[in-house]
């Protein structure tokens, strides 16, 4: 018998129109109600998909159309939708911006999984206006269903009745407003939603909670994005997703895999950490309050905000020596963004302060003069080709004369500076690789390794 849910897909015409404040809103008044409310993001943001799962009280999932495969994409969210009686996804940019016009846009992955849309709409200076808006976003591509507007920074209910009457006359229902009010603002930092403890975000999230029922018809909301799912094909994305257990068959035992997460270490796609499980065991450490690694066959340092913590790691002593021992003493890593940060010789933050870092890397990274570095990424390595997204403000500083082992290019296939590089048996570049439809790159770390003598792999390492 098939059980109805809901699934819906929020967007906008451009950024900065209220996407992220309504979709932690909307996770938070659904699960009050008592719902099961998955969350999912378009795009590469690991950002967002943290707030997501605080609000909802389920790990958020990214859909990216650039990074994975559509198999992937309609597996990962097939899988978890599945478990839900509502899953609402956060659109990327405006509707129909992608890495190259629609590719990897959120009208694309609407459109692939069979997403209705919301459009969420900054209502600050219009009123009417909004009609031809919302007919062309309506309209432009057959493949999407744009069913209804909620619209964000409404003055007064007056106002909202102008915006009611456009979306009658354009075709889409009106489902509600929120009103101006600037507590419910949160400040953003590089891309995306600002991590810090300056920001009470589970006040401004339960606020919006409360606030949203007010003026947002919920109910209305859930009907017309309602579909019936009787888990059919469930069994085949399953399978999908299951794709990168047989790899753990070439290990003579799991692996022991150890993967940093911490208030410094936290940019991380859930489903890489899945894809690792096919190896072996996960276990977590921190590099901020733990003090040495715990027996490692793997490590993985993902990328975060190092250079907000860095005197904090920078005195941690201990994990940075057993970090160290172990590169040195060919332990396999892989370190990106903020990992790589961590491994270099010194952290230089934006007022000039250096701290120490592991050592592993001969190059150092610094936060002065810093440029925004943006973009998909593609790393050609080896014959594997992988996919992934870069996204920093810091530099490399000494790095000269350094080869990479890999060719990177962007979305649209020109070559980039970013590099791959390798000490012994840890690797480390800037890119943020999405690897869970590509598992084949973890293999081909684990098989790039120095061998010993006796052709086994590097023992694994730990400290007294």
């Known amino acids: 018998m098939s059980v109805p849910q809901s699934r819906f897909l929020i967007s906008a015409p451009s950024s900065n129109s209220g996407k992220t404040t309504l979709t932690l809103g909307l996770l938070r008044a659904l699960r009050e109600r008592g719902l099961a409310v998955q969350p999912f993001k378009c795009g590469p943001d690991y950002i967002d998909t943290i707030h997501h799962t605080a609000a909802a009280g389920r790990t958020s999932l990214n859909l990216d159309t650039f990074m994975a495969s559509e198999a992937h994409m309609r597996a990962v969210y097939a899988h978890y939708a599945a478990h839900a009686d509502v899953s609402v996804t956060e659109g990327v940019m405006g509707l129909f911006d992608g890495a190259d016009k629609m590719k990897g846009s959120s009208a694309e992955i609407a459109a692939l999984l069979d997403i209705p849309v919301v459009l969420v709409m900054n209502a600050r200076s219009m009123a009417y206006s909004a009609a031809p808006l919302i007919y062309g976003l309506k309209n432009f591509h057959s493949g999407i269903r744009v069913v209804g507007v909620i619209f964000n920074f409404v003055n007064t209910e007056s106002h909202y009745r102008f915006l009611q009457e456009a979306c009658t006359d354009a075709g889409v229902e009106a489902l509600g407003y929120l009103p101006k009010n600037e507590a419910l603002h949160i400040p953003s930092r590089h891309l995306g939603l600002h991590i810090s403890a300056e920001t009470d975000y589970e006040q401004i999230i339960q606020r919006l909670a409360e606030l949203i029922p007010r003026t947002v018809n919920l109910d209305r909301l859930l009907e017309i994005t309602a579909v019936h799912a009787d888990g059919t094909d469930n069994a085949s994305d399953d399978r999908v997703l299951a794709g990168p257990i047989y790899l753990s068959q070439l290990n003579s035992k799991p692996l022991r895999i150890t993967v940093a997460r911490d208030e410094a270490f936290s940019f991380l796609y859930h489903q890489n950490i899945e894809c690792l499980r096919a190896f072996g065991e996960v276990q977590w450490v921190s590099l901020l309050h733990d003090r040495v690694l715990p027996e490692t066959d793997l490590l993985y340092l993902p990328g975060g905000y190092p250079e907000l913590f860095a005197r904090q790691l920078a005195e941690n002593q201990t994990m940075l020596e057993s970090i160290r021992n172990y590169c040195f003493n060919d332990g396999v890593a892989y370190a ?63 790095a000269l004369g350094q080869a990479s082992l890999a060719q990177m290019t962007n979305a649209r296939g020109m070559p980039v500076d970013t590099q791959l590089f390798r000490v012994k048996n840890t690797f480390a570049a800037y890119t943020h690789l999405y690897w869970a439809d590509q598992p084949g790159f973890i293999q081909q770390l684990i098989n790039q390794t120095t061998k010993s003598a006796d052709g086994r792999q590097p023992k694994a390492h730990s400290l007294p």
């Open 336 to 398: 990106e963004c903020g990992g790589l940060m961590y491994l270099a010789r010194e952290l230089v933050d934006g007022k000039g302060n250096s701290f120490e870092m592991a050592g592993v890397l001969d190059l150092a990274t610094t936060m002065q003069h810093a440029k925004m570095t943006l973009g998909y990424r593609v790393m050609h390595w080896d014959g594997l080709e992988i996919k992934g997204h870069e996204f920093h403000y810091s530099g490399l500083k000494d």
